[in-house]
């Protein structure tokens, strides 16, 4: 089956304007995150959702920052008037769900968007 | 989540046996241990997860000593295409913390 997809790929956006990055989760997937990367670091959380529900948005830099899932498949990442210390990696994942104990959900990550703020 | 500690970088060359180690000193009772690998333009893929004693999969094999404090992830006969950043991640959360993670470089 197909895997986490995210769209697009590559985003060049001119600094104040809004972009809208796309997740597309593997079917099935209650679980959805979205992390930033910069260049040379790990990824960083910024939110995640159960369903449509948005359980944890700690992670969201500012409220520039907005994601949402309304059906509980798709998700989309937006960002108001970008900044140039936005440009960074967008990655989003997706897994079954939380599991009962302590073993720790097996998260599938997409390719990534790459996002350069000029 | 616990904090983990690994080695920035490491080279190795072909063929050779890896072995990775990351330190956790406050691993909780309850949490399992975790290892994702990621290469260059791509998001990171998960590679391994136990709790204690040894875990081994078609791809690599994780030992955990008896105190849990510390694990290494074992990469046996590497090829350059292992070349890639691997993360070792503690707990279990509805998130991961990564760190900055162990860039290995394979050598011809």
């Known amino acids: 089956g197909a895997g986490v997809s995210q769209s697009p790929r590559y985003k060049v956006a001119k600094r104040g304007q809004d972009v809208a990055l796309r997740c597309d989760p593997i079917?099935?997937?209650?679980?959805l995150f979205w992390y930033q990367q910069a260049l040379g670091q790990g990824p960083e959380f910024l939110t995640y959702?159960?369903?449509?529900?948005?359980?944890?948005k700690s992670g969201l830099p500012s409220d520039r920052f907005f994601a949402e899932r309304p059906e509980g498949s798709v998700s989309t990442l937006k960002i108001q008037r970008t900044q140039q210390e936005d440009s960074a990696v967008y990655l989003c994942?997706?897994?079954?769900?939380?599991?009962?104990?302590?073993?720790?959900?097996?998260?599938?990550f997409g390719p990534g968007t790459r996002l350069l703020v000029l | 989540l616990a904090k983990t500690t690994q080695p920035i970088s490491m080279d190795s060359y072909e063929g050779q046996e890896v072995n990775i180690t990351c330190s956790h000193n406050?691993?909780?009772?309850?949490?399992?241990i975790t290892w994702y690998q990621q290469f260059p333009s791509q998001g990171p893929r998960f590679i391994i997860q136990?709790?204690?004693t040894k875990v081994t999969n078609e791809v690599a094999s994780l030992f955990i000593p008896a105190d849990r404090k510390s694990s290494t992830l074992s990469l046996p006969r590497v090829s350059l295409s292992d070349t890639a950043v691997y993360y070792c991640?503690?707990?279990?959360?509805?998130?991961?913390?990564f760190g900055k993670g162990t860039r290995l470089h394979i050598l011809p």
């Open positions: 136990g709790y204690k």
């Open positions: 959702f159960q369903n449509e529900a948005q359980l944890d």
């Open positions: 994942a997706s897994s079954l769900g939380p599991r009962a104990g302590h073993m720790q959900e097996t998260q599938y």
């Open positions: 991640l503690v707990g279990r959360d509805d998130k991961i913390i």
């Open positions: 406050n691993i909780a009772t309850n949490d399992y």
């Open positions: 079917s099935g997937h209650v679980s």
